[in-house]
């Protein structure tokens, strides 16, 4: 063999092992790039292939345990597909991400309502949230103009600070329920327990927008003064139905 081909095809190979062997750290290159640097991940061990670590969750340094299977060639391409178990996920969860369009099927996970919500870049309005959000998704899906979606987000001891009277409202448990497809996919609202009964909807665009539209009004039962603490609370962000609740739209931009 001619000198310089055996130094080209050790070259290859070298590269070759380097990139079999990339460590697990390359990874949150590519998931800081794919979330605007809202999402890392830390504490890697294994390889960019195969390999755990932390997800971050950005301001809030929310840390969830997670462990990952990537494919090769999305990632060659700039994309990523691949599995992943986070914290004590009983199963698998399988996705796919590549630019702005996304596969995600079998995940579910539980994190701070108020980290979550200001990661997703919502209004420091709604992000002052206590309780926890706990996300199961059969199916989650972005191709272009397109969304598909089996999924349920369950926001258990829910409650929020109402904007400009900073009143705090315990909402219980919050459920969002979604199924279907197209441009927008609506997904229905409801509660139980707290101080207020919920109903409507969230609709959710494609363009990255979403609309809240739902009635909130006071239990009945309420102290006299808490129902009109609550009620000023709710008359700074809907319109009183005449029936003693409020109509509450709100659109959403998710950055």
Known sequence: MRPWLGVVAGAILLAA???IEAPASLL???????????VRITAATGTVWRGAGELVLLPDDVRVPIAWRLEPMPLLRGGLAGSLTAADANRRATFAVEQENFIVHD??????AASVLRTAGIPDALANAAGTLTLDAADLARRGDRLEARASLLWTDAALAAPVT???IALGDVRLAA??????????????????DIAGSLLFSARGT?????????????????????AAALSNIG??????G??????LALR
Do not use: C, H, M
């Open 107 to 112: 995940f579910t996970i539980a994190l701070p």
């Open 179 to 196: 199924a279907g497809s197209g441009s927008e996919i609506p997904a229905t609202l409801s509660n139980s327990g707290g101080e207020v």
């Open 246 to 251: 409020y109509r509450v739209v709100w659109p």
């Open 28 to 38: 949150d290159r590519r998931v800081a790039d794919l979330t605007d640097g809202r």
């Open 210 to 230: 979403a609309q809240i539209d739902a009635r909130i009004k006071p239990r009945p039962g309420l102290p006299a003064d808490r129902n009109e603490a609550i």
């Open 239 to 244: 319109r009183a139905d005449g029936a003693g």
């Open 17 to 19: 092992a380097l990139i």
């Open 166 to 168: 900073g009143a705090r």
